[in-house]
């Protein structure tokens, strides 16, 4: 379980600026296999509230704990899948899956062993010696998402990883993330900026605005599950209750929107 405590974070004034106080008193809990999105009109912290779970970033104040202790760095227990993935583009799929467990120190045939279970999980069979640079965008992204898991993180991070894709490969790369979310039943923080996104993927949505950066409303969401258990994901993003909870997030942000303008 991760828990943030009270976590501020206040940028230092550079130059002639202010300084910047980017989150305020966030209080947050991450459960074992809870999927949790993060949304908010730009600038309101979703990044560096990931940076603090990352350990990239220390909070100014208060506390986060992952399994009762303190994050003090970055550790393999926690993975981070950028928009622009860290792919090594030279080198094939299947190396650039087995390059983190490389890093970790993990044996030449076990870290291929996992490599390949990985392929078959992102639908990537048959493409393990094509060279990154090659691929489709939705087709590195996968590989940037399965980079990540093959170190078996306890929680994926994700800042935006969807953002650069186009509508369809982005529908279909939810649902993998969801697919694998719940076979793996790995604990996600993600970051989006589309509403629908966040509905559809979230077990648990936070709305987080501006100056200060603070968490400001949480729901507790249903539909990705009902996705997994097998209605489609068109007939669950068109359904009335999808469309009405759309509706409150947007007005929420919005109305925060107007406040800052
Ligand atoms: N290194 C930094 N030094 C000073 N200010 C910073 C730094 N990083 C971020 N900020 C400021 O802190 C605030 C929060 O930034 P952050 O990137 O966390 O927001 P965000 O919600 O992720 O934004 P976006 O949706 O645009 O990515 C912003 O006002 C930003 O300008």
């Known amino acids: 379980m991760l828990e943030i405590r009270r976590a501020s974070v206040l940028y230092p004034a550079r130059d002639k600026s202010e300084p910047v106080e980017a989150l305020r008193n966030v209080e947050l809990t991450i459960e074992p296999g809870e999927f949790v999105v993060a949304l908010g009109a730009s600038g309101c912290g979703k990044s560096t509230l990931l940076n603090l779970i990352a350990g990239f970033l220390a909070p ?9 202790a303190p994050v003090t760095g970055p550790g393999q227990d926690r993975a981070v899948v950028f928009q622009k993935h ?12 087995a390059f983190g467990l490389k890093l970790q120190g993990v044996a030449k045939a076990e870290r291929y062993k996992v490599a390949r279970e990985f392929l078959t999980v992102l639908g990537l069979e048959g493409f393990e010696d094509s060279p990154v640079y090659m691929l489709s965008g939705g087709m590195q992204q996968r590989v940037g998402i399965g980079r990540a898991l093959t170190a078996d993180p306890r929680i994926l991070l994700m800042d935006e990883p969807l953002g650069a894709l186009d509508a369809l490969t982005r529908e279909r790369a939810q649902e993998l993330i969801l697919k694998i979310w719940e076979a793996q039943g790995k604990s996600v923080f993600l970051i989006t900026h589309s509403v629908e996104e966040a509905l559809f993927m979230g077990s648990k949505l936070i709305v987080m605005s501006p100056r200060p950066g603070r968490i400001t409303h949480r729901f507790d969401l249903p539909f990705s599950r009902r996705f997994l258990a097998g209605e489609s994901a068109r007939d669950v993003k068109a359904s009335p209750e999808f469309i009405a909870m759309r509706e409150t997030i947007l007005g929420i942000i919005f109305a925060d929107e107007e406040k800052a303008a």
Not at 60 to 68: A, N, T, V, Y
Not at 86 to 97: C, E, I, K, R, T
């Open 60 to 68: 100014s104040s208060g506390q986060i704990k992952l399994d009762g």
């Open 86 to 97: 860290a792919l090594m583009p030279w080198m094939n799929v299947l190396d650039n899956l």
